[in-house]
Antibody, heavy 125, light 107 residues
Framework: EAQLAESGGGLVQPGGSLRLSCAAS????????MTWVRQAPGKGLEWVASIRRDASGKFYADSVRGRFTISRDNAQNLVNLQMDSLRAEDTALYYCVRDGGYCVSASCYTALDYWGQGTLVTVSS | AIQMTQSPSSLSASVGDSVTITCRAS??????LGWYQQKPAQAPKLLISAASSLQSGVPSRFSGSGSGSDFTLTISSLHPEDFATYYC?????????FGGGTKVEIK
């Protein structure tokens, strides 16, 4: 079964940087888009970023574009999220998610089907 | 960016009740919508994709419908394990957007 394990969270000062990693196992990593979703304490879910199978396309939420960078290493089954210029509002549990998307005829759908347990990022002085 | 408005934000219901949660998109999104369930201290779980396609292993009491800009998630007969928070997510284009969530509580 697919498994995702995030690491790299912690306490960082405003303006600082942090790099999250997600180790994937139990599936052919290079066949899937990968996504980061975050959840601020007591709040709802927020999509952060996604990356195509071969990293040819990277997509970001407006709230993080220009500050966060998603990347992947298909040889190591890793997806990363480099977070720079961190703000207090970036404080959240960050989930690594597999996108088991599929296509039916000419339509393709996202299906965030496997989630890690999350890594907590706290931005505070 | 497409906005997703989910309602109600919370509801109280009893075991055996039927409940309906709605999600409205700020523009038409075809059937590019999924539903997710999250229980306290757990990661979310995919229930439905493509507005009405039930994920493998999800009980048939869950169903989704809608297209265009209006969507519903229905739980036909609440079980104790269904008390959770539910989110919609559009995947029409990037950036993806979740709805604000609906907390289903025990009456």
């Amino acid at each position: 079964e697919a498994q995702l394990a995030e690491s790299g969270g912690g306490l960082v000062q405003p303006g600082g940087s942090l790099r999250l990693s997600c180790a994937a196992s139990g599936f052919t990593f290079s066949n899937y888009y990968m996504t980061w979703v975050r959840q601020a304490p007591g709040k709802g879910l927020e999509w952060v970023a996604s990356i195509r199978r071969d990293a040819s396309g990277k997509f970001y939420a407006d709230s993080v574009r220009g500050r966060f960078t998603i990347s992947r290493d298909n040889a190591q089954n890793l997806v990363n999220l480099q977070m720079d210029s961190l703000r207090a509002e970036d404080t959240a549990l960050y989930y690594c998610v597999r996108d088991g998307g599929y296509c039916v005829s000419a339509s393709c759908y996202t299906a965030l089907d496997y989630w890690g347990q999350g890594t907590l990022v706290t931005v505070s002085s | 960016a497409i906005q997703m408005t989910q309602s109600p934000s919370s509801l109280s219901a009893s075991v055996g009740d039927s409940v309906t949660i709605t999600c409205r998109a700020s523009q038409g999104i075809g059937n590019d919508l999924g539903w997710y369930q999250q229980k306290p201290a757990q990661a979310p779980k995919l229930l439905i994709s493509a507005a009405s396609s039930l994920q493998s292993g999800v009980p048939s009491r869950f169903s989704g419908s809608g297209s265009g800009s209006d969507f519903t998630l229905t739980i036909s007969s609440l079980h104790p394990e269904d008390f959770a928070t539910y989110y919609c997510l559009h995947d029409y284009n990037y950036p993806l957007t979740f709805g604000g969530g609906t907390k289903v509580e025990i009456k």
